[in-house]
């Protein structure tokens, strides 16, 4: 079955061309002109992915995405002007998995909508338990449901496969290179922004203090590693 995508621009050039595109590419497009009209339309069938604009009147799509976040882990690709890199932070930062830069060519974007669709689908072949606990978190790989201190956590594709990355290697360390290679592929390595912000979002979902992480720490000048749960001062374990 081929992947549903929501086109949320209310600039009907852009829903053109994204649909357009897409279409061509074998995918099943729908679009909306407002973010009301998408949250609508992703509560009664949720999409495998939304392709959503940032300037948009009345609910932009920041306060959409933060809207469909409550929700949803459906994955989200952010549309941006071109040179405004305080709104890719902030996309980010409010739920977003990637974002695609306005004007953009159809090879740009097709390349990353396959990405984040890549990213979003659970990768069970290298998961050989069917949990995985540190400290007071809990992964349910076969479910892809996290929980901290027995309370879901509500992660996005891409914030889950960062995780898993960490749980799969607890106790080693890992390059932003390599990071950024399994969970975005390899035209993103260089692409330390994202990997800084995606961790800082991570970490506020996971950690009781995201300024002293336990779950997700850094080793300066190396990388970041999920340190192993018996190597950490019972100290710093808290209660």
């Given at each position: 079955?081929?992947?549903?995508?929501?086109?949320?621009?209310?600039?009907q050039?852009?829903?053109?061309?994204?649909?357009?595109?897409?279409?061509?590419?074998g995918?099943?497009?729908?679009?909306?002109?407002?973010?009301?009209?998408?949250?609508?339309?992703?509560?009664?069938?949720?999409?495998?992915?939304?392709?959503?604009?940032?300037?948009?009147?009345?609910?932009?799509?920041?306060?959409?995405?933060?809207?469909?976040?409550?929700?949803?882990?459906v994955?989200?690709?952010?549309?941006?002007?071109?040179?405004?890199?305080?709104?890719?932070?902030?996309?980010?930062?409010?739920?977003?998995d990637?974002?695609?830069l306005?004007?953009?060519?159809?090879?740009?974007?097709?390349?990353?909508?396959?990405?984040?669709?890549?990213?979003a689908?659970t990768?069970?072949?290298?998961?050989?338990?069917?949990?995985?606990?540190?400290?007071?978190?809990?992964?349910?790989?076969?479910?892809a449901?996290?929980?901290?201190?027995?309370?879901?956590?509500?992660?996005?594709?891409?914030e889950?496969?960062?995780?898993?990355?960490?749980?799969?290697?607890?106790?080693?360390?890992?390059?932003?290179?390599?990071?950024?290679?399994?969970?975005?592929?390899?035209?993103?390595r260089?692409?330390?922004?994202i990997?800084?912000?995606?961790i800082?979002?991570?970490?506020?979902?996971?950690?009781?203090?995201?300024?002293n992480?336990?779950?997700?720490?850094?080793?300066?000048?190396?990388?970041?590693?999920?340190?192993?749960?018996?190597?950490?001062?019972?100290?710093?374990?808290?209660?």
């Amino acid at each position: 079955m081929n992947a549903r995508i929501l086109v949320v621009d209310d600039e009907q050039l852009y829903r053109h061309l994204l649909k357009v595109n897409l279409e061509t590419e074998g995918y099943e497009v729908t679009a909306a002109a407002d973010g009301d009209v998408a949250l609508e339309m992703i509560t009664s069938r949720v999409p495998d992915l939304v392709i959503l604009d940032v300037a948009m009147p009345h609910l932009d799509g920041f306060a959409t995405c933060e809207r469909i976040r409550q929700f949803s882990d459906v994955p989200v690709i952010m549309l941006t002007a071109r040179g405004e890199e305080q709104d890719r932070v902030h996309g980010l930062n409010v739920g977003a998995d990637d974002y695609v830069l306005k004007p953009f060519s159809a090879t740009e974007l097709v390349a990353r909508v396959r990405a984040v669709l890549r990213r979003a689908k659970t990768n069970q072949q290298n998961i050989h338990k069917r949990h995985f606990s540190h400290l007071n978190l809990r992964i349910d790989f076969a479910r892809a449901e996290v929980w901290r201190d027995e309370k879901p956590v509500y992660l996005s594709a891409t914030e889950y496969r960062l995780l898993i990355q960490f749980a799969q290697n607890a106790g080693r360390i890992l390059s932003a290179e390599e990071l950024l290679t399994a969970v975005w592929g390899d035209s993103y390595r260089e692409d330390k922004e994202i990997l800084w912000v995606s961790i800082a979002r991570l970490r506020q979902k996971l950690e009781d203090d995201p300024h002293n992480p336990l779950h997700i720490v850094t080793r300066s000048g190396l990388g970041y590693m999920m340190p192993l749960s018996e190597n950490i001062p019972q100290s710093e374990k808290g209660s």
